[in-house]
């Protein structure tokens, strides 16, 4: 029999159906948020109701404030932010979904809970109505975005019509440097294969870099696959996988179901000799902190580099595009990324919002003290919980941090969290597009000892030299 | 949905790559319902000023504030998952896009609301938006059936488009009663999987 890709195996087991090489795909769980309006109300035009709601979970977690949630729901200023999470409890009341809502122990971020909760497993087919939804793949599942039209079909029939996507194997070996975190690794892999460089692709991260890393870890680097154009990114479960899993709510309780559950993820992982589309090889010890300079994500180089001189683009194409983003940035040509000053900071988003992230930017955040307004943004309650638990707020705010309560915050700029224009902020998001931020705002992405560092700074600084 | 079947408009070339969803509706309009809002939303932070004043931005004079098409660079419509990029596409009267790439999500959304995302080669698609910085204003015409494009000289470019893609934007179909006719697929489907996974079916 020939070697099968763990993709293979995973989508193989999900096909319910197929019409001229269109699959209709079983899917496991459904993962929603307020901005899921959109299909509610497609859901509502259609008189439809949700077939298997027990397999889809809502997360409040793009319109909630950050702060002042003492007050609860009614103490949402703006009318038109709290009445979409307003009307998040009233759908998912209306259909049986269960809602990590505002007031719930577990709320936090679409691909911060699931993982928590458990409801993130091996072998899963996830949908999300986020693009983020990648994130999931870190468990050695196939977990993709898609937009609410394709999110109300999924509802309405707990299966939805995909294309099999070409596969692409990121191959990563080597003891990460000191210093360097997951964020590092896909910044330095974005750069290399382009914002562009995996459309139609999904992509399996392999090598023994991602295998000796934290499942926090994990999910950074599968989290940004899609802004390398990727469907999907995954990573072979493994026993980090396991030990992470255990005793969550929803993961297979231990014993007879936890053993069967066992089997089938022991069966996973890519075999030898499995061919992929195309393959991609990076040395895990020539990857240095990364920043970005411009308004997408292969905009980026390590911080010891410069701003690129459009003078010196491969061709006209990029030339045009780096003096744009340049202009938009506000940056000039050649100028060192440790001379670029920074007016905010952001350590928070799907992205870089775990425990991990927490404990890195604190690490960082004791040597000094931040010289900028710098927020710190849990992606969850839980993470908020064991934060203070190991007395991480208090290190942070101790170092003049501002420590907020979980969502999604300045990373999608909609819940009232944004910056002013012109205002350049060290962010440890997923996305420096123009305006994303907020109008005007620019956004350089680093990780969260490179976004603590540049709050003590000011500007941007190795946090290797600062760790000294 | 609105079949697509042929289109002549005025195309509007757009050179960057990587115009991402957030350009195409701004974050903090997600949450506007679905309805002719949408057409002032679409670039709104080029189209507008922080006072809403309009920019110089092509969208917002003529002859491009009539156009039906826009001819990109790659990867179109990459980022965020929003649906309400294409909403601001449509409501604009955008109906088709031309592009090297796009973003997969973004393809998809497009297919879902009647909107022609299609493909041509990288050199194909600069040629035409040469043109039509040539000439602003000229028109371009799509034949779904044919998958042809016409270009502004009248030569025609052949596209490919999956059949199914192409019979639902023909026909105009709803893929959820498409669906519903393999419920009974599905329901015997769940049958075999959840006997196989009973950890998953106790807690679904």
């Known amino acids: ?468 | 949905m609105q079949p697509f079947t042929t289109l002549t408009a005025i195309a509007v070339p757009m050179h960057e790559a990587n115009i991402d969803t957030n350009q195409l509706c701004p974050t903090r309009f997600n949450k506007v319902p679905r309805g002719p809002k949408y057409r002032e939303i679409l670039f709104y932070d080029s189209r507008f000023k922080p006072d809403g004043t309009p920019t110089e931005f092509m969208l917002n004079a003529a002859p491009y504030d009539q156009s039906g098409i826009i001819v990109a660079d790659r990867n179109f419509g990459c980022g965020s998952s929003r649906e309400t990029a294409v909403y601001a596409l449509y409501e604009f009267g955008i109906r088709c896009v031309i592009a090297p790439s796009f973003g997969d999500i973004f393809a998809a959304n497009c297919a879902k609301n009647g909107l022609l995302a299609l493909t041509l080669p990288e050199e194909e698609c600069a040629a035409i938006r040469r043109q039509l910085q040539d000439q602003p204003g000229a028109k371009v015409s799509v034949d779904l059936a044919a998958q042809t494009v016409t270009d502004v000289q009248g030569k025609a470019h052949q596209f490919e488009i999956h059949e199914v893609r192409k019979r639902c934007l023909l026909e105009g179909l709803d893929d959820i009663a498409r669906t519903q006719q393999y419920s009974g697929k599905i329901a015997g489907f769940e049958a075999g999987y959840y006997k196989d996974r009973p950890w998953l079916s106790a807690r679904a």
């Open chain 1, 1 to 468: 029999m020939t070697a099968r890709t763990m993709f293979d195996k995973i989508w193989d087991s999900h096909v319910v159906a197929e019409e001229e090489g269109e699959i209709l795909l079983y899917v496991d769980r459904a993962l929603i948020h307020e901005g899921s309006s959109h299909a509610f109300a497609a859901l509502k035009r259609r008189n439809q109701s949700v077939a298997r709601p027990h397999q889809v979970f809502a997360f409040t977690d793009h319109y909630v404030p950050t702060t002042g949630r003492e007050k609860g729901i009614a103490g949402i200023a703006v009318d038109e932010i709290r009445n979409m999470v307003i009307a998040q409890h009233d759908n998912t009341k209306l259909h049986g979904i269960r809602l990590f809502g505002f007031d719930d122990p577990g709320q936090g971020i679409l691909h911060i809970v699931p993982p928590e909760q458990g409801i993130t497993q091996p072998g899963l087919l996830i949908a999300g109505a986020d693009s983020h939804t990648s994130t999931h793949g870190a468990f050695g599942a196939i977990a993709f975005g898609m937009g609410a039209s394709d999110m109300t079909h999924v509802m309405a029939t707990q299966a939805t019509w995909q294309r099999k996507p070409k596969k692409l194997r990121i191959t990563v070996d080597g003891k990460l440097g000191f210093g360097i975190a997951p964020k590092d690794i896909i910044l330095a892999v974005i750069a290399k294969i382009g914002a562009a460089g995996s459309v139609g692709h999904a992509i399996e991260y392999a090598g023994s870099t991602f295998a000796a890393m934290s499942m926090e870890g994990r999910m950074t680097v599968c989290n940004m696959s899609i802004e390398a154009g990727a469907r999907c990114g995954m990573i072979a479960p493994d026993d980090t996988t396991y030990a992470y899993m255990d005793g969550r709510p929803y993961a297979p309780k231990k014993g007879a179901e936890w053993n069967a559950a066992m089997t089938r993820w022991l069966a996973l992982p890519t075999e030898a000799g499995a061919v992929f589309d195309r393959e991609v090889v990076l040395d895990a010890a020539q990857i240095e902190p990364m920043v970005t300079w411009g308004v997408n994500p292969e905009m980026a180089g390590p911080v010891g580099g410069a701003v690129p001189d459009p003078r010196n683009a491969p061709d006209d194409r990029k030339r045009s595009d780096w003096t744009m983003a340049l202009d938009y940035m506000g940056l000039q040509a050649g100028m060192a990324l440790t001379d670029i000053k920074i007016d905010r900071v952001f350590i928070g988003s799907c992205t870089n919002s775990r425990i991990e992230d927490i404990r890195a930017a604190a690490e960082v955040a004791k040597r000094g003290r931040a010289v900028v307004p710098a927020w710190v943004v849990p992606g969850s309650k839980l993470v908020k919980a064991q934060a203070e638990k190991e007395g991480l707020d208090k290190i942070l705010i101790a170092a003049g941090f501002e420590w907020r309560d979980p969502g999604c915050s300045l990373c999608t700029a909609i819940n009232g969290d944004q910056l002013k224009p012109g205002e350049r902020c060290a962010s440890t998001s997923n996305r420096n597009f123009r305006n994303r931020q907020g109008p005007g705002g620019r956004t350089h992405l680093v990780s969260p000892a490179m976004a603590a560092a540049a709050a003590l700074k000011g500007h941007f600084t190795d946090v290797r030299e600062l760790m000294k």
